[in-house]
């Protein structure tokens, strides 16, 4: 999981995919949800 945040961070913000960021966001969303329950 955490190779593809660095992956996102190492291509940078401003050229990645909208797509690619919904799925990276879809993600982080569901482990932060786990982290808070």
Do not use: C, F
């Not at 401003?14 to 969303?29: A, F, I, T, V």
């Amino acid at each position: 999981m955490a190779s593809l945040a660095d992956k996102a961070i190492l291509s940078g913000a401003d050229n990645r995919p909208s797509m690619l960021e919904k799925d990276m966001y879809d993600s982080w969303k569901s482990r932060m949800e786990l982290y808070m329950l």
